[in-house]
């Protein structure tokens, strides 16, 4: 057993242990946090993963469904406010690749990061992904399946790929 482990270390860097061990441990229904900031009354559901816990704030009364992943750069946040819902396998993401540059590859570019908000009274569908840069406003709805790439007034509904504005609760 030792001599396999000493093997994979020598073989595989530290970051792909580490994401190798924690993908076993969430198809086995774990909750891994760090450093996670939570308000009060807030629940969480099997499989959820959060990067970088540190830089996210959760408020009071918000409730996390299963299989949801916050990733949150070294450099940006993601701030929830209160009475939020989040439905199954949310995705949330601070950063993404940079790809300006042809004469280096993708993944030699660094990452370009930005801190997301999402209000106060917002549901977040199934499924749904929310991308860096992104406010969703106070009351707004996000639906299943939607890609939000762009902020969110108050009190819209928004849905598809990309998120567009489907309604108004007001």
Known sequence: RYKLFF?????HSFFEL???????LKSQYTIIIYNL??????SIRDNFFC????????GNNVYIGRNCEFHAGSNSTINIG??????????????SHKF???DIPINKQGLSEENIVIGDDVWI??????LKGVKIGKGAIVSAHSLVNKDVEPYSIIGGV????ISSRK
């Open 7 to 11: 093997e994979l270390i020598k073989k």
């Open 18 to 24: 580490f994401e190798a061990f924690t993908n076993t």
């Open 37 to 42: 900031r939570t308000g009060r009354k807030v």
């Open 51 to 58: 990067y970088n816990g540190e830089n996210i704030k959760i």
């Open 82 to 95: 209160s009475n939020v819902l989040f439905g199954p396998s949310v995705y949330i993401d601070t950063h």
């Open 100 to 102: 300006s540059r042809l």
């Open 125 to 130: 569908g199934t499924k749904a992904v929310i």
């Open 162 to 165: 990309p998120g567009k504005k």
